[in-house]
């Protein structure tokens, strides 16, 4: 078992910058992957970024490439994503999720185990 918890949502303007935050407790952190998600109302979920377990393997959607970053500290049991240079189009909930598989996914049906979101909107 999985416990995920996000924090770090909130309100900022266009072109500002959040950080996310994901603690995991359970199962030891540095044997699975990590994901984000995001889902905006009446949206289907969609993949954000993911980090491997050992955080050398990051991957991203088209649509954050350059502007988001994930990233893992092992130690303290947490997954980050820093977003930069945000847009009103990123307004969404965001989702951490694991994913205790070995084959690298964006697909959420791949992930076992989701953290309940914390919100994020951007004003024009």
């Known amino acids: 078992q999985v416990q995920l918890v996000e924090s770090g949502g909130g309100l900022v303007q266009a072109g500002g910058s959040l950080r996310l935050s994901c603690a995991a407790s359970g199962r030891t952190f540095s044997s699975y992957a990590m994901g984000w998600f995001r889902q905006a109302p009446g949206k289907e979920r969609e993949f954000a970024a993911r980090?491997?377990?050992?955080?050398?393997?990051?991957r991203y959607a088209d649509s954050v490439k350059g502007r988001f970053t994930i990233s893992r500290d092992n130690a303290k049991n947490t997954v980050y994503l820093q977003m930069n240079s945000l847009k009103p189009e990123d307004t969404s909930l965001y989702y951490c999720a694991a994913d205790l598989s070995v084959v690298s996914s964006t697909n959420p049906a791949a992930y076992d185990y989701w953290g309940q979101g914390t919100q994020v909107t951007v004003s024009s």
């Open positions: 980090i491997s377990k050992s955080g050398t393997t990051t």
